[in-house]
T-cell receptor, first 111, second 114 residues
Framework: KNEVEQSPQNLTAQEGEFITINCSYSVGISALHWLQQHPGGGIVSLFMLSSGKKKHGRLIATINIQEKHSSLHITASHPRDSAVYICAVRAPTGTASKLTFGTGTRLQVTL | AAGVIQSPRHLIKEKRETATLKCYPIPRHDTVYWYQQGPGQDPQFLISFYEKMQSDKGSIPDRFSAQQFSDYHSELNMSSLELGDSALYFC?????????????FGPGTRLLVL
């Protein structure tokens, strides 16, 4: 069982739909990242969360530390949102500084 | 704003050759991370450096070595290349390794070993 699991693995939505991607993890963390990877490979960091909720434009990320769960929401989705969205967790402060990645959710938004 | 720079962006090598990948972090960032993403796979952590010292080590083969220089740029040296080393190699940088600062990713170096 992976330490970081995402669902769904693949998601197709129509333009304008509200999208939710879920991430569950089984280890202690100091922070959780949501990353976006476009075709061609470049990775962009969307959010880093350690508690609560963050919002940036049409993107909202939430985390529940007790339940070890995070969600990424996209409101009013657009074809340019099509990408792979990756959840990655960071080990507790003072130990390893690396990120452990989830398997990613491939999102396709159509017109 | 300046981002993480990686060079080269693409590299083709033959088996048993060597390759050197370079990473230039965001100015004033003191921590560099290397990740490897094989075709269709999740990125895997290789190694990280903080203030020119190795900070953490992941699944980096013994054939690979890396270092961080006085100007904080880092180089990943890969020797005796194998077909399975073909992957996208990401570098990321942050200000301090303690998890309170986000990691910023470079565009990656796509390595193809023939």
């Amino acid at each position: 069982k992976n330490e970081v699991e995402q669902s769904p693995q693949n998601l197709t939505a129509q333009e304008g739909e509200f999208i939710t991607i879920n991430c569950s993890y089984s280890v202690g963390i100091s922070a959780l990242h949501w990353l976006q990877q476009h075709p061609g490979g470049g990775i962009v960091s969307l959010f880093m969360l350690s508690s609560g909720k963050k919002k940036h434009g049409r993107l909202i990320a939430t985390i529940n530390i007790q339940e070890k769960h995070s969600s990424l929401h996209i409101t009013a989705s657009h074809p340019r949102d099509s990408a792979v969205y990756i959840c990655a967790v960071r080990a507790p402060t003072g130990t390893a500084s690396k990120l452990t990645f989830g398997t990613g959710t491939r999102l396709q938004v159509t017109l | 704003a300046a981002g993480v720079i990686q060079s080269p962006r693409h590299l083709i090598k033959e088996k048993r050759e060597t390759a050197t990948l370079k990473c230039y972090p965001i100015p004033r960032h003191d921590t560099v991370y290397w990740y490897q993403q094989g075709p269709g796979q999740d990125p895997q952590f290789l190694i990280s450096f903080y203030e020119k010292m190795q900070s953490d080590k992941g699944s980096i083969p013994d054939r690979f070595s890396a270092q961080q220089f006085s100007d904080y740029h880092s180089e990943l040296n890969m020797s005796s290349l194998e077909l399975g080393d073909s992957a996208l190699y990401f570098c990321a940088s942050s200000l301090s390794p303690d998890g309170r600062e986000t990691q910023y990713f470079g565009p990656g170096t796509r390595l193809l070993v023939l």
